[in-house]
């Protein structure tokens, strides 16, 4: 029987590439997004699509029930991709700008793996993936706020990794550094809305460094690696008897693993901060 997958986040970049790449694989995909035009436009690519806001607690439930309908009443594979950033010093973050994060990037991800889990305890098997980062367990200036949800993901994923040890549900992380996606882009909005900048006691620092980097393309990062570096771990995860634990994509996130391994943490910290 064909197996089926319910993506988020696949508007662009690694869920693009992931509802493609693992329909090609013969897989079921229902490729989610926030907005009603990317989905029809994934629909017109061949692909099953409807809308999913991690933010909005109908619209996560409305996919779920939706995806049941169209399985009748099963689903193989939840993978969790859907994020974006708000760049910014830690201080000048407000409180309710990691709210905002947190619904999406966070509290997101465990509703929706929350009501997934009983259909997978019924049919006797399933997959959970969930997609952090090389920040999920590596701190980086500028990006505090993306930084502390994927720390608090990797947690709240382990966790359940041990809790369903116990039953026939596997649990993975997926860890990818640099990927080409539009994170950069699509991060500014919530840049501009949240962060104030010029009233900022790093104000100069801003105009040296993160204004530059945000707002002007400098083409790809060396280590970068297209979205489907992600895809092919994805595939594995979803697919091999024994899926791994964590899956480290790129070379940046293979040299921090080790780092961290080895190095104490002052001289770690002394590392990352030099970039």
């Not at 079921?28 to 994934?42: G, H, N, P, S």
């Not at 700008?97 to 009983?118: Q, S, V």
């Not at 790809?220 to 092919?232: H, S």
Request: hydrophobic share 40%; glycine share 8%.
């Amino acid at each position: 029987m064909t197996k089926t997958v319910l993506m988020t986040g696949c508007s662009s970049g690694i869920g693009y590439d992931a509802a493609h790449g693992m329909a090609a694989r013969g897989w079921r995909v229902f490729a989610t997004c926030r907005k009603q035009e990317d989905c029809a436009r994934l629909r017109d690519e061949g692909l099953e699509s409807f809308p999913l806001d991690y933010e909005d607690e109908e619209s996560l439930r409305g996919a779920v029930a939706e995806t049941l309908r169209r399985t009748g009443g099963t689903l193989d594979a939840l993978y969790n991709n859907g994020a974006y950033a708000i760049p910014g010093a830690v201080e000048d973050l407000p409180r309710d700008a990691l709210r905002a994060i947190y619904e999406a990037n966070l509290f997101g991800y465990h509703d929706l793996t929350r009501m997934i889990i009983p259909v997978m305890r019924a049919q006797g098997h399933g997959r959970l993936v969930n997609c952090s980062s090389v920040l999920g367990f590596t701190p980086m200036k500028w990006r505090g706020a993306y930084v502390s949800t994927k720390f608090a993901l990797e947690g709240l994923t382990q966790t359940l990794r041990l809790e369903m040890q116990d039953t026939p549900i596997h649990v993975s992380l997926i860890q990818p550094g640099p990927i080409t996606s539009d994170i950069r882009q699509n991060s500014i909005p919530h840049f501009e809305k949240w962060i104030d900048w010029r009233g900022s006691a790093r104000a100069d620092q801003y105009e040296n460094t993160l204004i530059k980097r945000l707002y002007e393309s400098r083409g790809p990062d060396r280590f970068e690696l297209p979205a489907d570096a992600v895809t092919i771990k994805l595939a594995h995860a979803l697919e091999a008897k024994t899926p791994r634990y964590n899956y480290y994509v790129t070379r940046p996130t293979y040299m921090m693993v080790a780092l961290k391994r080895v190095l104490p943490a002052r001289l770690f910290e002394w590392v990352v901060a030099k970039g």
